[in-house]
């Protein structure tokens, strides 16, 4: 796996059990998968003769993370007969917004009204066009709220774009949709062609960060549940992606442009946020089913285990807690011993992802407040809403 993020630590913990051993290519030994894989390269993942090493004995190659030049990986793999999994020509659409964008309008796929960008002119055509505000967007590399700026109105606008397009930076612009909420639909898909679904999920964001999952989405009618499930296994297909894809997606009042009420926000060709709820909530987990995938072995079953899984992100706490995260820890253990813990190794700065929660449960409010309490006391070492 190219990256040594949490997700490949996660991946590895999966890896483990199917009795395999995840490669990886970390930038330093501090990455939470080097601290925990026997087997790490050290690497840039653009410096070719790190990715020659890496690739070495390798029998199939994925990542953790869409910053992969594909050319030189693409060209020392074929090289070596390695496969990339997902291919370049399907990882491309994770990693330009644009390339994404078009890719889907031309399947017919429904998207936002999106337009490229050079000047701050060919905004104000959109926005005359589509209305303020609109939403101005990185091509590449943005991700919990980087790269993306709402511009309310041409003077608020001015000054974004003119960092901006002085940096040189890649840019669209889109319509800001009127949404009910956000959603994912997470699928699986395998080189023979296997596909799986998940039940699809509400994502709580806050300035641009997830910070809860509800599994499955409250109130979600089914048919509007099975249109998103069925639209991630189509874009999976159409793509040819091997392995998992995340497919973010904007619920809105109206029927939309295909009459189902959804809009494709952000596609993701890897274990995704929205997912870290089937380590325990689902009888395969989004780790095991990408390992699956990768490997070319049959799918498992995405049946969940109970009728509401919440996960919440634990974020490095502002200041940073005087105790401990290990006595943090006891400390939640002893109050919630129902609620799971999964820790990234990752030193602690604020609002940072540093690990995440999961609680299971029979009702969706109160799954949520203990879960909220608990990301929140490994957060902040503070016991909020009254709880002492």
Same mark, same amino acid.
């Given at each position: 796996? !190219?990256? =040594?993020?949490? *997700? /490949?630590?996660?991946?590895? @913990?999966?890896?483990?059990? &199917?009795?395999? %051993?995840?490669?990886? #290519? ?41 910053? !992969?030049? =594909?050319?030189? *990986? /693409?060209?020392?793999?074929? @090289?070596?007969?390695?496969? &990339?999994?997902? %291919?370049?020509?399907? #990882? ?41 505000? !609109? ?64 039940? !699809? ?188």
């Amino acid at each position: 796996m !190219v990256g =040594a993020g949490q *997700l /490949a630590r996660m991946t590895h @913990q999966a890896a483990i059990a &199917l009795g395999q %051993s995840l490669r990886v #290519l970390a930038v330093s030994a501090d990455d939470p998968a080097a601290v925990v894989a026997p087997n790490v390269v050290f690497g840039q993942p653009d410096d070719p003769a790190a990715l020659a090493e890496f690739l070495k004995g390798c029998d199939a190659v994925t990542f953790d993370h869409e910053g !992969v030049p =594909a050319e030189p *990986l /693409a060209s020392l793999a074929a @090289q070596l007969e390695v496969p &990339l999994r997902p %291919s370049p020509a399907a #990882l491309v659409h994770a990693q330009d917004k644009l390339v994404m964008r078009e890719r889907l309008s031309a399947l017919g796929v429904p998207c936002p009204p999106f337009r490229a960008i050079s000047s701050p002119r060919e905004v104000n055509e959109f926005a005359a066009r589509h209305g303020w505000p !609109v939403v101005l967007k990185a091509r590449t590399g943005g991700y919990d709220g980087r790269g993306i700026w709402m511009l309310d109105d041409p003077l608020h606008a001015a000054p974004i774009l003119a960092e901006t397009l002085a940096a040189g930076t890649p840019l669209l612009v889109e319509q800001r949709v009127k949404m009910r909420r956000e959603l994912a639909a997470l699928v699986a898909r395998s080189p023979f062609g296997q596909g799986a679904a998940w039940p !699809v999920v509400h994502t709580v964001q806050d300035n641009g960060i997830c910070v809860q999952v509800i599994a499955p989405a409250p109130g979600l009618t089914p048919a509007r549940a099975e249109a998103a499930q069925r639209l991630a296994l189509r874009v999976a297909e159409e793509l040819d992606v091997v392995g998992l894809l995340a497919v973010e997606l904007f619920e809105i009042d109206e029927p939309g442009p295909d009459g189902t009420g959804l809009l494709v926000n952000e596609l993701a060709m890897r274990p995704h946020n929205s997912g870290h709820w089937t380590i325990e909530g689902s009888v395969t987990s989004q780790f095991e089913q990408h390992v699956r995938a990768v490997l070319d072995y049959p799918l498992g079953s995405t049946a969940p285990r109970a009728p509401v899984t919440v996960m919440a992100n634990v974020l490095g706490g502002d200041p940073v807690p005087e105790m401990g995260l290990d006595e943090r820890v006891h400390h939640l253990f002893a109050r919630f011993p129902d609620v799971k813990v999964h820790l990234y190794g990752k030193a602690e700065r604020p609002g940072r992802k540093i690990g995440h929660v999961t609680v299971l449960g029979e009702e969706v409010a109160p799954v949520r407040r203990r879960a909220a309490l608990a990301a929140d006391w490994l957060s902040r070492a503070v016991w909020r809403d009254g709880w002492h």
